[in-house]
C-alpha cells in the first residue's frame, strides 16, 4: 500500500495551517493499493517523538469504507463523519485531529493506514490503544506517511 498528502512530501514539513494552534485543519490524504479481501480502513497518526510514553497520538479513525482511497481535509471533529467513519479521542482529549504542537525541536509526525478484514463500526470513543487492540490480527497491509513539524 502507498499512503500519500497533496500537502506535504514524505520527510518534508506538514503545513502549519494543520498546526494545533493555527488553523487544526486535518491534512487531505490519499491511499492505494488495499489487497484483495479489505472490509475497512483505519487511520491513526501519532508523534512518537513526545516527551509523552507512547507518543502523542493526534488522530484515530476507523471504519473507514473499502471503496475509499482519500480523507479530505478540514474533517469536522465528531464522532462520526460522511460514510459512517469513526473518529477517537487525540490527545488533546478531543475527537478527531488535533494538529502539530511540539513543545521544542522538530518533531516526526506518522500516519498509518490499515487495511483490515472487518468493519468493525464500534461506537465507543475509541484511543489508538483501544483501536489498535480492536484491529489486532485483522490487519491486511498497511502503509505510512511521515511529516515533520518545528516548534516555533
Not at 506538514?14 to 491511499?31: F, M, R, T
Not at 497518526?45 to 480523507?71: E, M, Q, T, Y
Not at 479530505?72 to 494538529?99: C, T, V
Amino acid at each position: 500500500m502507498r499512503l500519500t498528502s497533496e500537502s506535504f512530501l514524505p520527510g518534508e514539513a506538514i503545513p502549519k495551517a494543520h498546526a494545533y494552534s493555527q488553523g487544526n485543519v486535518s491534512p487531505p490524504l490519499e491511499w492505494s493499493g488495499a489487497p484483495a479481501g479489505t472490509k475497512s480502513f483505519a487511520l491513526i497518526c501519532d508523534d512518537p517523538d513526545a516527551p509523552k510514553a507512547g507518543g502523542w497520538v493526534h488522530w484515530v479513525l476507523w471504519n473507514i469504507p473499502a471503496s475509499a482511497s482519500r480523507l479530505e481535509s478540514g474533517l469536522p471533529g465528531k464522532a462520526e463523519i460522511a460514510g459512517g467513519i469513526r473518529q477517537g479521542l487525540n490527545d488533546w482529549r478531543e475527537l478527531g485531529w488535533g494538529g502539530p504542537e511540539p513543545p521544542s525541536g522538530t518533531h516526526h509526525y506518522s500516519f498509518r493506514i490499515y487495511a483490515l478484514d472487518i468493519a468493525p463500526d464500534e461506537r465507543a470513543r475509541l484511543t489508538r490503544d483501544s483501536l489498535m487492540k480492536l484491529m489486532q490480527g485483522h490487519i491486511l497491509a498497511q502503509a505510512e506517511l511521515i511529516g515533520t513539524f518545528s516548534a516555533r
